[in-house]
Nanobody, 126 residues
């Protein structure tokens, strides 16, 4: 599976961005797809996930609940992350990830995902 992320950029506090990640090389509908982020000097953090093979069930990290929305378009093999009400602490490199056969209690773990995109930088200015 190859993942190509895009959509990062510079935005002011309170603004919005939409990230996109296009997957190729594997049946999209069988994948668990997620977004993680990594700020300078910090560990890579779970942001959101969607299970395309389980009625598109979604999961979110506590820090983004109510502000971010993950969705997918099977016809385009693309997963999106709509980010609203952005804060300076959302500044990070955002990575999309994909994995197969992940049990729901492991959906938050980095080690559950086999495939990773190259990352896209999101900068939120105060």
């Amino acid at each position: 599976v190859q993942l190509q992320a895009s959509g990062g950029g510079l935005v002011q506090t309170g603004g919005s961005l939409r990230l996109a990640c296009v997957a190729s090389g594997r049946t999209f509908s069988l994948l668990n797809l997620a977004w993680f982020r990594q700020a300078p000097g910090k560990e890579r953090e779970f942001v959101a996930a969607i299970r395309t093979h389980n009625n598109d069930k979604t999961y979110y990290g506590e820090s983004v609940k109510g502000r971010f929305t993950i969705s997918n378009d099977n016809a385009k093999n693309t997963v999106y992350l709509q980010m609203d009400s952005l804060r300076p602490e959302d500044t990070a490199v955002y990575y999309c990830a994909a994995g197969e056969r992940i049990v729901y209690w492991d959906i938050f773990r980095r080690s559950s995902y086999t495939y990773w995109g190259q990352g896209t930088l999101v900068t939120v200015s105060s």
